[in-house]
């Protein structure tokens, strides 16, 4: 009470008050969140820390222009003397960039579909349908995603290699077609949120109708999901795509190579090559990262358009509590 | 029509409005319950026969490898049962395991809060009402799309995971050198790390920001109007509002972290499946890669239950 008696005194005397005091207000506001202060430093500190953030990316992208001079020349730090694209010519051609670039996409899209597709069944199976051990089968399911794929690994490995799937884009596609690939857990749980919110009714006239349960699936509840379906298979593609430890494993010394591990394939051919300090050697710092902005580059193009769905996708799968 | 006719109406199966009869002998009614019941199965069959093959299957297979020593014939398996003798060749004979998983759990320990903290930081940050939130959440968002092994690997490599300010200006090691280094090292190693840390918090200032956005307004004017300031209001509203959000958070930090494939435990793991590392005869080959792996699931397991348990007897205290 005492302050709203004090606020109205001050509301009173605006007219009167000094220079100093408006400046105040300015500066710290009614409230000190509303004040020019606040605002400004809440702008610096996002800005530097856009900074860290970006940091990275642009020592990459200016690194990867440098040519040799620039590299072995101190004053040179940040911005290359010249535009050179020399760096990114030679991985461009040494790799067959195209090709991989091929390969890489086609290994990271037929997973991602197959774990879309699964992930929206069984999502649905889970949202809007009772059976026995429900409860156990969900806990279960949730559980996949805390244990570590060095668990697993060693037997998929044995298996796979059993069955001829090992350098094969089988490997992946077989556990994502049965729910149970990469971070399939987090996916269920996306579909799982989305379904549960789909009102029982609209199911139950359908099936009035006689539609059956699967084609009721296809028809009617499918294209409400537009939405979870994007980000779910956008994630995917992107986890896919950028896996590298299991894909090491399962496609080592194979011909089907996902970008990133073509690219670090032959960096480490090429750096074997040259001794320890030698020109070429130092050379290779800036071809290394234009090769990584190329590997990058097709997610930097996809996430440009798609950022939306990315950034929306902690909504959809429910954590904050519905 | 006719092979429909075949499926349904046959000697294992024939199919009636009301009752299903099998091998003509068993009769089971048909009730809606039941019906849904079958139908929701058939939905999450496809993860039931997933989970059996690729995940239950390897999990028991691997701790029943991580009881023996195993040898490869080519195709054959020679196993010799060592009970839990791998498990503890891990601890005494292989000092170089014992040294990175110590690293690995100093490291959890750090990283993870700091993680928590700087994402609570940044989503509060882009909460407030300011101009374009939609280009910062953009760039805080964006290293979760292009971060990978080799990529970090390569800045690291080149030292462009550390910040050049921190290493130009010595402020910082003006700092470090005149503390005890029992604060001094972890303050340099989270120096030197920090920007990694922070490229792992896209998801999580996400969900902090979903949370954060679901508290109600009204509930600040309420409590501003009684006096509380921005500092109070945080501890006593928007603290406890979010808490639950944490212990998600610190399980998936931890796990995220555990899994990246630069950790240096789980190459190690797989430099040992694949033969690669040697250090003894025991410490060897599939079946010591096994406990390994188990072992690091069960530490990683014990660090995600001290933080949760840390987290609830806050909470506990606080009510």
């Given at each position: ?154 037997p998929m490995f044995r298996m796979f290699s059993q069955y001829n799937l090992l350098g094969s884009i089988r490997a992946f596609v077989f556990p994502a077609i049965l729910a149970n690939g990469l971070n399939a857990a987090i996916f269920i749980l996306i579909f799982f949120q989305f379904f549960r919110m789909v009102p029982k009714s609209l199911i139950e006239s359908a099936e009035l109708d006689g539609a059956n349960a699967f084609t009721i699936f296809i028809r009617i509840i499918l294209p409400l999901a537009i939405p979870s379906i994007i980000i779910v298979f956008l994630f995917s593609f ?85 | ?248 958070i610190v399980i998936y930090t931890t796990v995220s972290m555990s899994v990246f494939s630069l950790n240096e435990v789980i190459i190690y793991i797989q430099n040992v499946m694949l033969g690669e590392s040697t250090v003894g005869t025991l410490t060897t080959g599939y079946g010591y890669s096994a406990a390994l792996a188990w072992i690091y699931f069960i530490v990683m397991v014990l660090i995600i239950l001290l933080f949760v348990g840390l987290l609830s007897i806050r909470r506990k205290s606080r009510v």
């Amino acid at each position: 009470m005492m302050k709203l008696s004090a606020l109205k005194k001050e509301l009173q005397n605006m007219p009167k008050s000094s220079g100093m005091k408006r400046m105040r207000k300015i500066l710290f506001g009614m409230k000190f969140t509303d004040g020019l202060f606040y605002k400004v430093s809440v702008y610096m500190l996002l800005i530097a820390l856009s900074y860290i953030y970006l940091y990275p990316m642009l020592y990459m992208v200016t690194g990867s222009f440098m040519s040799m001079e620039d590299i072995i020349d101190v004053a040179v730090k940040w911005i290359p003397s010249s535009l050179n694209f020399e760096n990114y010519s030679i991985v461009f051609t040494e790799i067959a960039y195209l090709r991989s670039l091929i390969d890489g996409i086609y290994l990271a899209i037929v997973p991602a579909i197959s774990a879309t597709v699964s992930a929206a069944l069984v999502g649905y199976g889970f949202a809007k349908f009772d059976f026995p051990f429900k409860r156990t089968l969900f806990v279960l399911m949730i559980m996949t995603f805390i244990v570590p794929p060095q668990i697993t690994m060693l037997p998929m490995f044995r298996m796979f290699s059993q069955y001829n799937l090992l350098g094969s884009i089988r490997a992946f596609v077989f556990p994502a077609i049965l729910a149970n690939g990469l971070n399939a857990a987090i996916f269920i749980l996306i579909f799982f949120q989305f379904f549960r919110m789909v009102p029982k009714s609209l199911i139950e006239s359908a099936e009035l109708d006689g539609a059956n349960a699967f084609t009721i699936f296809i028809r009617i509840i499918l294209p409400l999901a537009i939405p979870s379906i994007i980000i779910v298979f956008l994630f995917s593609f992107v986890w896919y795509y950028n896996e590298t430890y299991l894909s090491g494993l399962y496609l080592r010394g194979s011909d089907l190579l996902s970008l990133p591990l073509r690219i670090d394939q032959y960096i480490s051919n090429f750096t074997s090559i040259y001794p320890e300090g030698s020109p070429a050697r130092e050379r290779m710092q800036a071809v290394k990262l234009a090769g990584n902005i190329l590997t990058l580059l097709p997610l930097l193009i996809l996430y440009f358009f798609t950022q939306r769905y990315f950034v929306e996708s902690i909504d959809r799968t429910g954590i904050t509590g519905e | 029509m006719n092979l429909k006719a075949k499926l349904f109406h046959n000697k294992l199966i024939h199919m009636h409005h009301d009752h299903i009869l099998f091998f003509n002998r068993f009769k089971v009614k048909v009730t809606a319950k039941r019906r849904s019941s079958f139908i929701g199965l058939s939905f999450i069959s496809l993860w039931i026969v997933g989970y059996l093959i690729f995940a239950l299957y390897p999990i028991v297979y691997s701790f029943y490898l991580s009881l023996f020593k195993v040898r490869l014939d080519g195709g054959a398996i020679d196993l010799t049962f060592e009970g839990f003798n791998n498990f503890a060749a891990a601890f005494l004979y292989d000092p170089y395991f014992v040294e990175i998983l110590v690293e690995y759990v100093l490291e959890m320990l750090l990283n993870v809060p700091i993680t928590i903290v700087f994402a609570l930081i940044i989503a509060m940050l882009i909460n407030q009402p300011i101009k374009g939130k939609g280009i910062f959440r953009t760039i805080f968002f964006l290293p979760v799309i292009i971060t990978t092994g080799p990529v970090i690997r390569e800045l690291m490599n080149q030292g462009a995971t550390t910040l050049p300010s921190i290493d130009e200006y010595s402020i910082i090691d003006l700092v470090i050198t005149n503390l005890n280094s029992a604060i001094a090292d972890p303050l340099q190693a989270l120096f030197d790390t920090i920007l990694l840390v922070l490229w792992f918090t896209g998801i999580q200032i996400l969900i902090f920001l979903a949370g954060l956005q679901k508290i109600d307004k009204e509930i600040y004017e309420a409590s501003m109007i009684d006096g509380a300031g921005p500092w109070e209001s945080f501890w006593k509203i928007t603290l406890p509002q979010i808490m639950p959000l944490i212990t998600v958070i610190v399980i998936y930090t931890t796990v995220s972290m555990s899994v990246f494939s630069l950790n240096e435990v789980i190459i190690y793991i797989q430099n040992v499946m694949l033969g690669e590392s040697t250090v003894g005869t025991l410490t060897t080959g599939y079946g010591y890669s096994a406990a390994l792996a188990w072992i690091y699931f069960i530490v990683m397991v014990l660090i995600i239950l001290l933080f949760v348990g840390l987290l609830s007897i806050r909470r506990k205290s606080r009510v």
